[in-house]
């Protein structure tokens, strides 16, 4: 049961985790991986696209540079959502 568990709890949190990076604009996905990653995804500055941020912060989440918690805590302190958002 704690494999099954623990997989259908990751799965939670990349839903909640989908649904809040859709709040985000451009800007402050950026500010969100200079804030607490310390570094800018590599960009293609002719074609400046949130893709390319959302790939880069997908792919420390799978690395577990980053947890949800703080993507959580970063967009109610910047106001990209309230915090009843999560109930």
Same mark, same amino acid.
């Given at each position: 049961m704690g494999l099954f568990g623990k997989s259908k709890q990751k799965d939670t949190t &990349?839903?909640?985790m989908r649904v809040l990076l859709d709040n985000?604009?451009?800007a402050? @996905?950026?500010a969100f991986c200079t804030d607490i990653l310390g570094e800018k995804p590599v960009i293609d500055?002719?074609?400046l696209s949130s893709i390319e941020v959302l790939d880069f912060i997908w792919e420390?989440?799978?690395k577990g540079? &980053?947890?949800f918690s703080q @993507?959580?805590?970063f967009a109610i302190k910047?106001?990209?959502v309230a915090e009843n958002f999560f109930e």
């Open positions: &990349i839903d909640q985000f604009q451009f402050d @996905l950026q500055s002719e074609h420390k989440y799978h540079t &980053i947890r @993507l959580k805590e910047h106001n990209i």
